[in-house]
């Protein structure tokens, strides 16, 4: 397969810029809200194993006093513990805030940074692209999504440490 040019790249980016208003809206969103279902189905279990590993852990504060039943040696002895006493749901715990969460974190970023990068490219020939602006529209997009994130994250944390 032969590697993409820096033409070939401007011209798919020029030609999803004059995308129908309609359609350039779910192309805005859509990516966004299933990223984010995605990442977050895939990495939950992952998530949930290394917060209570860090609060019930081997050696952690949150460990002492507890009995040894309670207290996590290692990631896969949280699975099973975790799968013996809650069910294989449990590595799911907490999943609803971050699952709404990332949607609507994902869903403000794209069309964030599409209005943002639409706006400081005013003016400019159509089909280029400067990488300055490009970054400058990212950062407003991750300025916009960690007022979403910041929330939703303290949300799924306390919810993961519940048994």
Not at 8 to 25: F, G, I, Q
Not at 80 to 105: C, D, F, Q
Not at 144 to 162: C, D, F, H, W, Y
Request: contains cysteine.
């Amino acid at each position: 397969m032969a590697k993409p040019t820096a033409q070939a790249l401007n011209d798919t980016l020029n030609s999803v810029e004059h995308t129908a208003p309609v359609h350039k809206r779910v192309l805005d969103l859509l990516p966004g809200v299933s990223g984010g279902v995605a990442r977050i189905m895939v990495g939950q279990p992952f998530d949930t194993i290394k917060t209570r590993l860090q609060v019930l852990g081997k050696g952690t504060i949150g460990a002492a006093g507890m009995p040894p039943e309670m207290v996590y040696n290692n990631g896969m002895d949280c699975v099973r513990k975790m799968i013996k006493a809650e069910g294989p749901l449990s590595l799911y715990k907490g999943t609803v805030a971050p699952l709404l969460g990332n949607m609507l974190l994902l869903g403000i970023h794209f069309p964030t940074f599409t209005k943002t990068r639409a706006y400081l490219e005013e003016g400019d020939a159509p089909g280029v692209f400067s990488p300055w602006k490009i970054l400058a529209a990212g950062a407003a997009a991750g300025a916009a999504g960690s007022v979403v994130s910041s929330p939703t994250e303290l949300i799924r944390t306390k919810m993961q440490m519940v048994r």
